[in-house]
T-cell receptor, first 110, second 114 residues
C-alpha cells in the first residue's frame, strides 16, 4: 500500500540551530513533492515544491532535498527561530490527488 | 487577492440538520479541493474539482455532497451527519490539477455534530 511517513512526530531544537525533518514514501512515483507549514486550527500554508529532476531547492532559510532513489525528502530550516514552531507536512501526488504525511511538530526553544 | 475564504468559521449542527460550507477564491485557480482533518491527523482528501467538474471523489459518504457553481466557488452540502464527522473542513485551490503548483488553503470550518 502507499505510505507517506514523517519519521518524527515531534522535534525540539534550540533557537539558532538547524532543524531537519524527514519524509519517506512507499509505492509512489511522484513527479513533485511539496512541504507545508500548519499552525493549530489553521489551514496548511505552502512553503516549497521540488520536482523529481531537482536535487535541492532553497527559499530564504529553507532547504529541501529530494532523493527519488531513496524515496526520501529532507526539509531543513537554518538559523531556526521560535516563530518557526509549527507542524510541517510533506505532501505528494500520484495521479494528481495530493496526500499528506502525518506531519512533524517542531518546537524551537529560545 | 491571494486568499481562499471559507465560511462559516465554526458550525454546530444536529444530526438531522442540513447545512452548507462555502469556499471562495479569486485567484483564477482552476482546481479546487475539499479536505477533512481530524485532530493531530493530516488532511484527508475528499473531493477534487478541475475546471468545475468533479474529478475525484474519495469514496466519501453520500451525506457529503459537493457542488462547484462556478470557477470561484465551491460548496459542501451536509445532511444527516454523524458525530464522527466532526472535524476541520479545509478548502484549497491550485492553478491546475497537476500538483505542479502549491495549494492555497483556507482557514477551514470547524464542524461539530451533536
Amino acid at each position: 500500500s502507499q505510505k507517506i511517513e514523517q519519521n518524527s512526530e515531534a522535534l525540539n531544537i534550540q533557537e539558532g540551530k538547524t532543524a531537519t525533518l524527514t519524509c519517506n514514501y512507499t509505492n509512489y512515483s511522484p513527479a513533485y513533492l511539496q512541504w507545508y507549514r500548519q499552525d493549530p486550527g489553521r489551514g496548511p500554508v505552502f512553503l516549497l515544491l521540488i520536482r523529481e529532476n531537482e536535487k535541492e531547492k532553497r527559499k530564504e532559510r529553507l532547504k529541501v532535498t529530494f532523493d527519488t532513489t531513496l524515496k526520501q525528502s529532507l526539509f531543513h530550516i537554518t538559523a531556526s527561530q521560535p516563530a518557526d514552531s509549527a507542524t510541517y507536512l510533506c505532501a505528494l501526488a500520484d495521479n494528481n490527488d495530493m496526500r499528506f504525511g502525518a506531519g512533524t511538530r517542531l518546537t524551537v526553544k529560545p | 487577492d491571494t486568499e481562499v475564504t471559507q465560511t462559516p468559521k465554526h458550525l454546530v449542527m444536529g444530526m438531522t440538520n442540513k447545512k452548507s460550507l462555502k469556499c471562495e477564491q479569486h485567484m483564477g485557480h482552476r482546481a479546487m479541493y475539499w479536505y477533512k482533518q481530524k485532530a493531530k491527523k493530516p488532511p484527508e482528501l475528499m473531493f477534487v474539482y478541475s475546471y468545475e467538474k468533479l474529478s475525484i471523489n474519495e469514496s466519501v459518504p453520500s451525506r457529503f455532497s459537493p457542488e462547484c457553481p462556478n470557477s470561484s466557488l465551491l460548496n459542501l452540502h451536509l445532511h444527516a451527519l454523524q458525530p464522527e464527522d466532526s472535524a476541520l473542513y479545509l478548502c484549497a485551490s491550485s492553478q491546475d490539477w497537476t500538483a505542479n503548483y502549491g495549494y492555497t488553503f483556507g482557514s477551514g470550518t470547524r464542524l461539530t455534530v451533536v
